[in-house]
């Protein structure tokens, strides 16, 4: 995970734009992920790209994603779903 500077965002979204930022979130740590698409999204296509034969190693780094992280969604896709 890259750190990017303040001057880069504000190269990107403007001075006034880092300034609601801090202020939304002063002193916080923001995490951007790569993707607009929802984790559950995401988690179907890693699940339709193992089955389709891409190695979990492959899927990691398709989905810059841990190991780990392509296994709970392997696992939890079949998993009965709660439904009360």
């Given at each position: 995970m890259a750190n990017i500077t303040l001057k880069q965002?504000?190269?990107?979204i403007?001075?006034?734009g880092v300034r609601k930022l801090i202020a939304a979130f002063p002193g916080g740590d923001i995490?951007?992920?790569n993707s607009l698409c929802s984790v559950e999204e995401r988690n179907k296509m890693i699940v339709n790209?193992?089955?389709s034969g891409l190695?979990?190693?492959q899927l990691a780094l398709k989905y810059d994603v841990s190991i780990s992280t392509i296994n709970n969604a392997i696992?939890?896709?079949y998993k009965?779903?709660?439904t009360e």
């Open positions: 965002v504000a190269d990107v403007g001075e006034e995490y951007i992920r790209d193992f089955y190695d979990r190693g696992r939890n896709a009965p779903q709660n």
